[in-house]
C-alpha cells in the first residue's frame, strides 16, 4: 500500500510510512513516486526557494531532485530520516543550479554591512545593546518574513554558505567540498555573512527604525 | 587585544576552536569592553534568528507541490527508466 501524508501522525508513524513507502519506491511502483512527491514536494520547494530566489529556478531544482532521489532510492541505507536525505539532495540540486548559472562565482563586496574601525582597532561608532522584546518580536511569524528578507539581500555566495552552515547544519568541510572553496574560505564567508545580517537586523533589534 | 581582533576571532570563538590561551584573552577584553560584549551578545542572535526564520520545522507546512512539477518528474523517469538487476 502506499504511504499518505494523512494515514499517521508522530514520528513513529512517520518513520512506518517513510519504510513502507521506500520498498515502493525501490520496487519502482510509479504511484509511490507520486506518492513521495505529494509528500514531500512542498516543503522541498520551500527549502529550494530559500537559495534560488525564483519560483521557477526552485521548481527546476526540486525537479532535479526527484529524479536523483527515484534515481539512488535503491542505494538510500536509512542511515537518516527520509526528510533529511531529501532535504539534503534538495540543496544539492539547489546548489548545482547556482553553479550552472555561475552564481556563485559573482564576488559582490559585502564590506558596506561590515563594521567600521579606526586605525587603532577600536570602533569608529558606539555599540549599543539589542532590546530583548525587540529581538522576541523578529521570532514570530509574521516578522520572521523580515529577517528572511534581510537574508535575500546578502551576496548570493555568503548568502548560501549562512544557509548551509547556520540553518541547514552541513560541515564546514561539506560545505566546502559542495561549493568547491577551501574550509577557511567557508569560515571567513560565514563570519562576514553573520555580521553583514547583524548589521541589516540591527535598526529593528535596537529600535532605531521607524 | 583591540576590538577589531575581538571581531576576527568571534566565529572560531564560538565553534570552539580557540586556544585556552586566546579564549581567556578575549574574555579579558570582553571583562573592559562592554561594546564587544553587546556585539558578542547580538553576533549570537543574529545566527538564533537566522536559524528561527527558515527553519522549515517552526513553519506551517508549505503547500501543494504543483501538478506540472509531478508530471515532469515522471516524464524524465519514463523517457530514462532505471535499470533494475
Redesign the interface.
Known amino acids: 500500500m502506499i504511504a499518505h501524508p494523512t494515514s499517521s501522525s508522530g514520528p513513529a508513524a512517520e518513520a512506518h510510512d517513510d519504510a513502507e513507502l521506500l520498498g515502493e519506491l525501490r520496487a519502482g511502483a510509479p504511484a509511490a513516486y507520486v506518492a513521495l512527491m505529494r509528500k514531500h514536494g512542498g516543503r522541498m520547494l520551500a527549502v529550494a526557494l530559500r537559495y534560488l530566489s525564483h519560483e521557477n529556478e526552485a521548481q527546476e531544482a526540486v525537479q532535479d531532485a526527484f529524479v536523483s532521489v527515484f534515481r539512488a532510492v535503491g542505494d538510500f541505507k536509512g542511515d537518516s530520516r527520509l526528510a533529511t536525505w531529501l532535504h539534503r539532495i534538495t540543496v544539492n540540486a539547489a546548489l548545482g543550479i547556482l553553479r550552472k548559472k555561475k552564481r556563485l562565482e559573482r564576488e559582490t563586496s559585502i564590506d558596506a554591512l561590515l563594521p567600521k574601525f579606526l586605525p587603532d582597532g577600536h570602533r569608529d561608532s558606539p555599540e549599543g545593546a539589542w532590546a530583548q522584546e525587540r529581538v522576541q518580536e523578529l521570532e514570530k511569524g509574521e516578522t520572521r518574513r523580515m529577517v528572511r528578507e534581510a537574508i535575500g539581500k546578502l551576496p548570493e555566495i555568503h548568502r548560501t554558505v549562512l544557509m548551509m552552515r547556520d540553518i541547514d547544519e552541513f560541515s564546514t568541510e561539506e560545505t566546502g567540498r559542495l561549493l568547491g572553496i577551501q574550509p577557511n574560505a567557508v569560515k571567513a564567508r560565514l563570519h562576514r555573512a553573520r555580521q553583514a545580517l547583524r548589521t541589516l537586523l540591527e535598526p529593528h533589534c535596537r529600535g532605531v527604525c521607524p | 587585544m583591540?576590538?577589531?581582533?575581538f571581531?576576527d576571532y568571534?566565529?572560531?570563538y564560538l565553534s570552539g576552536e580557540l586556544s585556552e590561551a586566546e579564549c581567556r584573552e578575549l574574555r579579558v577584553h570582553l571583562d573592559v569592553c562592554s561594546?564587544?560584549v553587546?556585539?558578542l551578545?547580538?553576533?549570537q542572535?543574529?545566527?538564533r534568528?537566522?536559524?528561527?526564520?527558515?527553519?522549515?520545522d517552526?513553519?506551517p507546512?508549505?503547500?501543494?507541490?504543483?501538478e506540472?512539477?509531478?508530471k515532469?518528474?515522471?516524464a524524465?523517469?519514463k523517457q530514462r527508466p532505471?535499470e533494475?538487476a
Request: hydrophobic share 40%.
Open positions: 583591540t576590538c577589531r581582533e571581531l568571534i566565529g572560531a561594546q564587544c553587546d556585539y551578545d547580538s553576533y542572535q543574529t545566527i534568528l537566522s536559524k528561527i526564520a527558515c527553519c522549515a517552526s513553519d507546512v508549505p503547500g501543494d507541490v504543483p506540472d512539477l509531478v515532469a518528474v515522471l524524465a523517469m532505471i533494475r
